[in-house]
C-alpha cells in the first residue's frame, strides 16, 4: 500500500491519539498476574498489540475487547501453548512475553515475522538463561525463534550494558516469580511503565536513581486503568504542527512521563512553540494536554547521551525537523537505531536523501544540514511504521506529491493515522 502526501496546511486542531502501546503490552501481561479481574481501557487497536493479546488467549488467558477498546482480564492458570506464540513483528511482545513465559514449567516457542526474526535476542537470553531458564534461540542463542521452558527462577543481579526498557521489563516480569531478590541496574534511564505499573499493583518494588530491587511476589492487584495517548503516536502531529505556518494542534489525555518525551525537550531547545498544561499524575503515570503550533525559524541541536532513549522512537522524525533546523543538527551514540523495524540510520539516510535533504550517515548517528527545502518522491518505508510516519510529515512540507511505497506497516501502532492526517489537513 502506498501512502501519498502532498504539501498541505493543518486545518484542525483537536487530535485524539490511542493508548499507549507500550504501556498497553505491560498492563495486558502484568494483569495475568493479578488477583481478579482487571479492566484496561482506550487499548489501541494496533497489530504489536493485538500480536500480544493473541499470544496470552494462546497461554490460556481469557479476555475479549470491547467496541470501545476496553479489555477484562480474569487470571486463570497459563496453559501449555499448542502451537508457537507469534508476536508478529513487536519487539516488546516477543522480549517481555519471554519473561513472562519463563516463569512457566512448560516448553513455549516464540517467533516473529521475517523483521522480528532478524533482531537481537541474545540480550534477553542471557539474562534470562541466569535465573535458570531454559532458554535457546536461533543462530546460535542471538534470535528468535525462541525456545523457553521455565519454571522456578532465580532472581539474579543485572547489570544492563545496553539501555533497553524491553529487556528490563523482561527480566522483572521474570523476577517476579523467581527465588529471591531481582536486581537491575541501568546504564541509562528507560521508560519505566512496568515499575510505574508494578507499584501501582501492590509489588514489592524499590526504585533507587538507576537501581532497581523486585521481591517476588504471590498475587498484584488488579488494574482498573485508561491509557493515555501514546506521544511516541502524537509526535508526528506535534512536529507537523511546528513545521507547517499557520498550524496549531491541541491533544488532551497524552501520556507525558518523563522518560519518555525527550522528543518535547529537544524540540523546545531547537525554538519550538509546545505548551502542556493540566499535568496530572495518575496512579500510574503522568498524563497532560499538549498544544503545538507554528513554530517559525528552529535551530539545530545535538543530541546523545542521557536523553536518548527518552526520544529513540522519535529520532527518524526529529531528523525530518532537523531538515527545516538552521544548523548542522548532530545525533550520536544512538547505534540502536540500526536494531528497530529497519535499520533507522541507515533508512533515514537513503529516504530523506530522495527528498533533497543534506544528511550524512554516521557509524552511531546522523549529521543533518538545515534548512533545506524539501522536494517531493517516490519512497520506502523500508517496512517500518515509524520510517512512513516520518516520511509522511517531511511530504507536508516537501514541494510537491510524496509516494510513501509499503506504508501498510504503520498499522503495527497507528492504524488510524492515514485517515486522521487526511482529516485534518488540506492541501496547498
Ligand atoms: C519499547 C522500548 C524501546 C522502544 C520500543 C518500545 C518498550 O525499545 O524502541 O519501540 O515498550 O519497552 P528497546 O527496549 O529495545 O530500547
Redesign the pocket.
Known amino acids: 500500500m502506498n501512502l501519498t502526501v502532498t504539501k498541505s496546511r493543518i486545518t484542525k486542531s483537536n487530535i485524539t491519539i490511542p493508548g499507549d ?2 504501556i498497553a ?2 498492563a495486558l501481561i502484568l494483569c495475568t498476574l493479578a488477583n481478579g479481574e482487571s479492566i484496561i481501557r482506550n487499548i489501541p487497536d494496533s497489530k504489536d498489540i493485538n500480536a500480544t493479546l493473541n499470544c496470552l488467549k494462546q497461554l490460556g488467558v481469557k479476555l475479549k475487547r470491547d467496541k470501545h477498546n476496553s479489555i477484562r482480564i480474569k487470571p486463570s492458570p497459563f496453559k501449555r501453548p499448542s502451537a508457537p506464540l507469534n508476536t508478529q513483528n513487536s ?2 511482545a516477543m ?2 512475553l519471554a519473561g513472562l513465559v519463563a516463569t512457566q514449567p512448560f516448553m513455549s516457542v516464540l517467533t516473529g515475522g521475517w523483521q522480528l526474526n532478524k533482531r537481537p535476542m541474545a540480550r534477553i537470553i542471557k539474562p534470562l538463561r541466569l535465573m535458570d531458564a531454559l532458554i535457546m534461540g536461533k543462530n546460535k542463542d542471538t534470535q528468535a525463534p525462541l525456545i523457553i521452558k521455565g519454571g522456578m527462577l532465580k532472581g539474579k543481579s543485572h547489570k544492563m550494558l ?8 523482561a527480566l522483572l516480569i521474570a523476577g517476579l516469580k523467581a527465588k529471591g531478590i531481582t536486581q537491575i541496574k541501568e546504564s541509562l534511564p ?2 519505566n ?2 515499575e510505574n505499573l508494578l507499584k501501582a499493583m501492590g509489588a514489592d518494588i524499590k526504585i533507587s536513581g538507576l537501581n532497581i530491587k523486585l521481591n517476588p511476589v504471590n498475587k498484584l492487584k488488579p488494574l482498573d486503568i485508561t491509557l493515555p495517548g501514546d506521544i ?1 503516536s502524537a509526535a508526528y502531529f506535534i512536529a507537523a504542527a511546528i513545521l507547517i505556518p499557520g498550524a496549531k494542534i491541541v491533544i488532551h489525555n497524552l501520556g507525558l512521563n518523563p522518560r519518555r518525551i525527550g522528543f518535547i525537550e529537544i524540540l523546545r531547545k531547537m525554538g519550538a512553540k509546545i505548551k502542556i498544561s493540566c499535568l496530572n499524575q495518575t496512579y500510574f503515570e503522568q498524563i497532560g494536554t499538549l498544544e503545538a503550533s507554528y513554530s517559525g525559524t528552529l535551530h539545530a541541536t545535538k543530541i546523545d547521551g542521557i536523553i536518548l ?1 527518552s526520544l ?2 522519535e529520532v527518524p522524525l526529529l531528523s525530518v525537523v532537523a531538515t527545516q533546523a538552521e544548523g548542522i543538527t548532530t545525533i550520536r551514540k544512538a547505534g ?1 537505531l540500526r ?2 523495524e529497519s535499520d533507522r540510520i541507515s533508512a533515514v539516510v537513503t529516504e530523506l536523501k530522495h527528498l533533497k535533504a543534506d544528511i550524512k550517515e554516521l557509524p552511531d548517528g546522523l549529521l543533518i544540514k538545515g534548512k533545506s527545502p524539501l522536494e517531493g518522491a517516490v519512497c520506502s518505508s523500508h517496512h517500518d511504521h515509524r520510517i512512513a510516519m516520518s516520511l509522511a510529515v517531511a511530504g507536508l512540507t516537501a514541494k510537491g506529491k510524496t509516494i510513501i511505497r509499503n506504508a501498510e506497516c504503520i498499522s503495527k501502532s497507528f492504524p488510524t493515522f492515514g485517515k486522521q492526517l487526511k482529516k485534518i489537513t488540506t492541501k496547498v
Open positions: 502501546k507500550s503490552h505491560r519487539g516488546t522480549r517481555l545496553i539501555p533497553s526498557a524491553q529487556v528490563k521489563s528507560t521508560r511503565h512496568t511516541s532513549p529513540i522512537d540502536e536494531f528497530k
